[in-house]
């Protein structure tokens, strides 16, 4: 088995809100290897974003806290490394890109004060180097005249060209591991696919392992490894990814599947996952999913199901798993 | 058949202005820049293409929402671009929206009851306040509402709920036509098909018209019994949804197509993926020519019409499969269907 460059153990995130707590993650296990890309799935308020903050050390605390758990990144444990120390990852060893790139860059600065910031910082590159070293990357990442647009401020580029300046910006200094929450879902679908073509080209340029999160099944389809998909703070399923599309084992999984139109498929009738996405300040005891499942039984309503392995890295939190469980 | 609803050469310009006291009109936003087609009785058209291309504007000149620059808009043979306010207000009953954002589009300060029942007191189409609840309650029950709910405020409900308490306030004038615009791209996914099942079901049930206005190609497909795309304010083609998706002609077409991804990780990996380059070009100054041509790979491969493509924009050729390509007009275009595996 290839090394991991990160584990995740039984991570928890808590919100203190006038709600009471939430467990926005509620005992979330995972690893990714080295080079691997990991596709966390989930709808809004699945804590798939909240996931990764914790990660990156981006929890905003008060509110909220990481009750629990283990991140190792590398071997060194994240939840309980120091601000400084945490400082110095990110950006340089982990990076993160965003959904909206407009609120993510900063619009009174210059695209090359935002390039060169991190060089300057991480690396200890001089403003020369930097600014050589920041062109090449915008060059890298397809935007055309780079020299003349690095100076330019974000508002002058366009959607796709400020999710590019994002990526340039967080493959700066190579970082091991990229994050990319949602990179694609404000952008139109012929620039989604150039996108997603220049993750994918990096990735095999640089090595870099990718958690890649979104809401579409067909994102991670053609570009992750494996997938994770999360439900009202847990994890549902995981598998390779050929894996979870074949043999879904979770209803949730299933029902995911099943209710988005495929382009290359007819115009049958969509089965809609019944019911309403759940509330996270009022979870129901035993599974979250089960007041909207099918198959759920008295035993899904008291008690969360453990982990059944389905075969090799699949595996389900399901009482009633739609694939036979390996002993 | 003949059509519910005919579009001939619509525009939609909105004049840039400069200037505090003397507004000069410095350019114009061209966009819809010469739309035509036709919507049958019963029928579901899907309009596609991406953002800024035009679609959004199109539905609302159509509902004279704008009042188009150019171009006429008939409803049932009535011009409804040559009709004051007043003379359209009858029409207004027969022609609803649903649109994107369920948490803009409902007034928080109303109760449901009220934000569906309004259009029902606005037309009169109620006598008194039992009938009006009555009506109202129906059309919750229809979009699948709980009718206790009727006295709560939108922000109570989720947001494929507040999609529903839309499309009952559009159901209730018993329209004949509605203009769908983007109604499930603000929703979760599991929640999108809830919302695509209950708009066919209204459409058998009632006989209603869509004008099915989406990003989304999957749902359009889904959802759409004819497809038209757009491209900065141009209809490049038009079929029905299976010779479209199966045999695209219009080189932007082909690579909107290729761009979906499929959520199927074997189909994926077989998938050959035309990738355009650049972005979309402003629709203020749209290129000449045939709007694509800047990013057109078959302009590329056919060196012998790219003056062409330049010079001259393409009309849409052919009759119920309709193409806007100078290649394609060059090589001819198959029959409808002809494509069909």
Redesign the interface.
């Known amino acids: 088995m290839a090394e991991n460059l990160l584990e995740v153990h039984d991570l928890q995130v808590h919100f203190r809100t006038d709600g009471g707590v939430v467990r926005a993650v509620d005992g979330v296990s995972f690893h990714l290897e080295r080079g691997a890309t990991l596709g966390i799935v989930g ?2 308020g699945s804590g798939k974003s909240v996931t990764c903050n914790a990660i990156m050390g981006l929890i905003p605390t008060p509110p909220g806290r990481i009750a629990g758990g283990r991140v190792l990144f590398g071997g060194r444990d994240l939840v309980q490394a120091s601000a400084r120390e945490m400082r110095r990852l990110r950006g340089n060893e982990i990076s993160m890109i965003f959904q909206d790139p407009m609120s993510s860059l900063n619009p009174y600065l210059k695209v090359s004060r935002q390039l060169t910031e991190v060089l300057e910082l991480h690396q200890r590159l001089d403003r020369k180097a930097a600014r050589k070293r920041g062109i090449e990357m915008l060059e890298h990442v397809g935007i ?1 005249d780079p020299a003349r647009r690095f100076d330019q401020y974000p508002h002058q580029f ?4 400020r999710q590019r300046v994002m990526i340039a910006m967080a493959l700066l200094c190579k970082p091991r591991l990229l994050i990319a929450d949602e990179p694609t879902t404000a952008l ?7 996108i ?2 220049l993750i994918k080209q990096l990735k095999e340029d640089e090595g870099t392992s990718v958690i890649l999160i979104t ?5 991670v ?2 570009m992750a490894d494996e997938i994770m998909v999360m439900y009202a703070g847990r994890v549902a399923e995981s598998a390779p ?2 894996d979870l ?2 043999r879904p084992a979770h209803p949730y999984t299933r ?10 498929a007819d ?1 049958d ?6 019911g ?2 759940p509330i996270v300040t009022k979870l129901p005891p035993g599974c979250p999913f089960a007041p909207r499942c099918d198959f759920a039984s008295d035993a899904c309503r008291r008690d969360y199901p453990a982990a059944k392995t389905i075969g090799g890295e699949h595996f389900t939190h399901c009482h009633h798993p739609l694939q036979e469980v390996s002993a | 058949m003949s059509a519910l609803l005919s579009v001939r050469d619509l525009q939609m310009h909105f004049p840039v202005r400069k200037g505090v006291v003397f507004q000069r009109e410095v350019a114009r936003v061209k966009a819809v820049d010469g739309v035509s087609f036709d919507i049958r009785p019963g029928e579901t058209l899907g309009l596609v293409g ?2 800024g291309c035009g679609k959004s504007t199109t539905g609302r000149a159509i509902l004279q929402l704008y009042r188009p620059t150019a171009g006429t808009v008939h409803f049932e043979g009535e011009d409804l671009t040559k009709l004051s306010e007043k003379a359209l207000f009858p029409y207004r009953r027969h022609m609803q929206m649903i649109f994107q954002d369920p948490y803009a589009s409902l007034n928080p300060r109303m109760t449901v009851g009220d934000i569906i029942g309004e259009p029902l007191v606005t037309h009169r189409l109620v006598s008194d306040k039992a009938q009006l609840r009555r009506q109202v309650q129906d059309l919750m029950v229809q979009c699948g509402l709980n009718p206790q709910y009727v006295r709560r405020y939108p922000h109570e409900f ?1 947001g ?2 507040r999609q529903r308490i839309g499309i009952a306030r559009a159901l209730a004038t018993r329209p004949k036509f509605i203009v769908c615009d983007e109604p499930i791209a603000a929703l ?7 919302i ?2 209950l708009l066919k079901q209204l459409q058998k049930d009632m006989g209603l018209t869509f004008l099915f206005i989406a ?1 989304d ?3 359009v ?3 759409s019994d004819r497809i038209a795309v757009m491209y900065l304010g141009r209809i490049v083609e038009v079929a029905d ?1 299976e010779t479209l ?1 199966r045999d695209p002609r219009h080189p932007y077409t082909q ?15 077989q998938r050959s ?1 035309v ?2 380059e ?3 070009p402003s629709p203020l100054n749209p290129p000449s020519g045939c709007r694509f041509h800047t990013r057109c790979p078959a302009r590329r491969l056919n060196p012998d019409v790219a003056d062409r493509c330049t010079r001259d924009e393409p009309m849409l050729i052919g009759q119920g499969r309709q193409v806007a390509c100078h290649v394609v007009e060059r090589d001819g275009l198959p029959p409808a269907g002809a494509g069909k595996a």
């Open positions: 709808e809004s055309p366009s959607g796709g060209m139109d679908v012929t620039i989604q696919a150039q997603l073509e809401h579409d099944l067909g994102v389809a053609g990814a050929a599309f074949r029902g995911l599947l099943d209710s988005v139109p495929r382009l290359d115009h009738e969509l089965k809609p996952i019944r309403l996405p | 991406e953002s989720s494929g709920q979760d996914v599991s929640i999108q098909a809830q695509m099942n990003h190609l999957s749902a497909r889904h959802i949804y998706y690579a909107l197509i290729s761009a979906v991804p499929i959520p199927d990780p074997e189909v994926e990996a993926r990738v355009l650049g972005d979309v």
